[in-house]
């Protein structure tokens, strides 16, 4: 089960649960991760309890209280993507509702993905309807034509995803 393979936190039961959303997102074959591995991947990354997230908390990825729209706009964008390349597509979340961030938090439909090429192929060209990766720019929001917007982020290379807004930037 998630817990046993997923780190110790603290987790609020329910349809926007860290576990419920986990356990959403491995029946689709999406990992959650973090740069530190699997085992930071927990519902509380407030690990002290002290109201901050240190540097030492570091790094967590949450997905308590994540909104159904990302949670089904992730799944459905795997589904997408399998169905249009003949590659595996993974799909790898590497941030979600933990604190640290200036637009991800609970309640907020924003991700990050991991940038792999079947991936990337797929969101240019087919969710983005871009055909040139010369007329592509990087550290920008783009309009998804599933109502999301995209933003392949470069320092640290990733995919920002807001799948309902306030998206930031």
């Known amino acids: 089960t998630p817990g046993d393979i997923y780190g110790p936190g603290g987790d609020d039961e329910g349809a926007h649960g860290h576990s419920f959303n986990l356990q959403q997102l491995l029946a689709a074959n999406i990992e959650v991760t973090t740069t530190g591995g699997t085992e930071h991947v927990r519902a509380n990354c407030d690990t002290d ?4 997230y240190e540097d ?3 790094p967590c990825t949450s997905l308590q209280d994540l909104p159904t729209e990302a949670l089904f706009g992730l799944i459905q964008l ?3 993507c399998e169905d249009y390349s003949a590659d595996t597509c ?3 979340v590497t941030a979600g509702t933990e604190p640290g961030h200036q637009t991800h938090g609970p309640g907020r439909a924003i991700v990050d993905i991991e940038n792999l090429p079947v991936i990337d192929e797929f969101i240019i060209s087919q969710m983005l ?4 990766s010369v007329s592509f720019e990087y ?3 783009y309009p998804g034509q599933d109502g999301g917007y995209y933003m392949y982020e470069t320092n640290p290379s990733h995919w920002h995803i807001c799948f309902k807004g306030p998206c930031g930037n």
């Open 90 to 92: 993974q799909v790898i």
């Open 56 to 58: 030492s908390e570091r």
């Open 139 to 141: 550290d920008r929001f």
């Open 129 to 132: 309807g871009i055909q040139s």
């Open 49 to 52: 309890g002290d109201g901050q």
């Open 78 to 80: 795997k589904q997408a």
